[in-house]
Each structure stands twice: as structure tokens, then as C-alpha cells.
């Protein structure tokens, strides 16, 4: 497995927790980090032995708390672009990553760390924890594809006042709008995001991988498109010796064995 600096990586079993690991700067994504993130999950894009990643931030702080404010004091318009593009390529990679993922907000979620967490499949926040678009305080606007994500996930006046004010709410608001989807104590985080992940784990990984395409590939379309789109997969997968077994343990009234296959 490689080593990176910023970030740890924490394998258990077909499961892998990804840590950003920059405490002292409340986990901030500098280009660095930008650049490792993109490189694990690039790397492990066809890891069958990989079936479901945990993204979180180290300490009890923060998750990310934005970009890196140095860095983005020397922007000017190419270098702005550039930062941009590295960020937005690294949003859509998780987002259309094969494998589902989980993020555990343990705190601050801010800007980029938002941005982030909207780009995982599942969102798990600290009671703790606090979420926002704060850019425009800074004379900047979302990056990373938070004016895209968010009124995708919250609604278009919601989305507004975030990110036109620079609010940043709390993890209670944020489960009300359906910014995150359950909120936990702070020292249940951890273990109800690794529950999540081993019940995802234990479906089959074809189905698994074709649903999570389905979802996205049919958030970009029209319905009669994306319903196409998962006609063929639903056929596709019909076809695989996951099927066959799930089908086949449900009616011996046992737990499936998948293969992935």
C-alpha cells in the first residue's frame, strides 16, 4: 500500500478508511493533499479487493475545513483555473468511484470539505459537526462543485442562502435539509460508519457497483434516459453468478455467499 503524507490509510478487511491527516491545519486540502487523495482512489478504481471506502478527517476537529488558505491568497486566474480543475476532477472521481463512499464528518466540513462530503455516496456527521460554503466571505465562490451539488441535494433556495451568505449551519439543520443523512455522537461515528460500510459489504458487489451508476449516471439525464440506462444494467446483472446465489440463499432462508462475479 502506498505511503502518502497526508493522509492514513486504514484497511480492514475488504474496507478501507481514508484519513486526512493534517490536524494542526484542521485537515485543510492544500494541493498536496488534493493530489494524494486523487492518487488513492485512482490507484484502487479496479480493486477487487476493495468493496467500500470510509472518508474521514483525523482528530476531533475538523473533516476538512476548506482549502488551504495560504494557497489560495496567491490565486490569480490560470492558477484559480488549475486549482479548480485539480479539485473538481478529484469531486467527480469520488463521486463516479466504482465502490461506494462513506463520509464520517467528525467536524468542521467547510468549503472543499463540504464539497467533499457532497461528492460521497453517504453522509454520516458528528453532532458535532458544522457544514458550509463560506467561499463568498472571502471574495471567492465554490470550487470544487459545491454551486453544482448542493441545490442538487438540498434545493435551490437552501443552496442560495448557503452559499450567497457564507452560513454555516449545524449538523441538526444540515440532516433537516438532507445535507447529511444520519447524524451520531461524536464517539459513535466511527463504529456506525464501519457498520454501514460491513452491511454494504455484505451485498454483492456487481449489484452494488450498478446501482451507484444507475444513481448518478441518471442524475445527469432525463428519467426516460436514466430508466433506459437502468433497464440495462438491471439486465446485465441478471446475468451474474451473484444473482443466481442471492436468489437462491434467499429462498433457502440462508445468508447469500457473493463472489462478484
Known amino acids: 500500500m502506498a505511503e502518502f503524507k497526508n493522509i492514513l490509510i486504514e484497511k480492514t478487511d475488504d474496507i478501507r478508511v481514508v484519513k486526512i491527516n493534517r490536524e494542526r491545519a484542521l485537515n485543510a486540502l492544500d494541493k498536496e493533499t488534493i493530489a494524494e487523495l486523487q492518487e488513492f482512489f485512482t490507484n484502487h478504481w479496479s480493486d477487487d479487493s476493495l468493496h467500500c471506502v470510509i472518508l474521514t478527517g483525523a482528530g476531533e476537529k475538523a473533516f476538512v475545513a476548506g482549502a488551504d488558505i495560504t494557497e489560495l491568497a496567491q490565486l490569480d ?28 464528518i467528525n467536524g468542521f466540513a467547510l468549503g472543499g470539505g463540504c464539497e467533499m462530503a457532497m461528492a460521497c455516496d453517504i453522509r454520516l456527521a ?61 464517539e459513535q461515528l466511527m463504529d456506525k460508519a464501519m457498520e454501514m460500510a460491513k452491511l454494504i459489504c455484505s451485498k454483492g458487489p456487481v449489484a452494488v457497483a450498478l446501482a451507484k451508476e444507475c444513481v448518478n449516471r441518471g442524475l445527469d439525464v432525463s428519467l426516460p434516459i436514466g430508466c433506459d440506462f437502468e433497464k440495462a444494467n438491471f439486465a446485465q446483472v441478471c446475468g451474474t453468478d451473484d444473482k443466481t446465489e442471492g436468489c437462491k440463499a434467499f429462498l433457502e432462508k440462508r445468508p447469500a455467499k457473493f463472489t462478484g462475479k
Not at 483555473?81 to 463521486?95: D, F, H, P
Open 77 to 104: 486566474v490560470r492558477s484559480g483555473n488549475e486549482l479548480s480543475a485539480r479539485g473538481n476532477y478529484l469531486m467527480k472521481t469520488i463521486q463516479y468511484f466504482p465502490k461506494p463512499v462513506i463520509a464520517a
Open 126 to 186: 458528528s453532532e458535532k459537526a458544522k457544514l458550509g460554503q463560506p467561499e463568498i466571505s472571502l471574495g471567492i465562490i465554490p470550487g470544487f462543485g459545491g454551486t453544482q451539488r448542493l441545490p442538487r441535494l438540498v434545493g435551490r433556495g437552501k443552496a442560495m442562502q448557503l452559499i450567497l451568505t457564507g452560513g454555516m449551519i449545524n449538523a441538526q439543520e444540515a440532516h433537516r435539509i438532507g445535507l447529511v443523512d444520519e447524524i451520531y455522537p461524536p
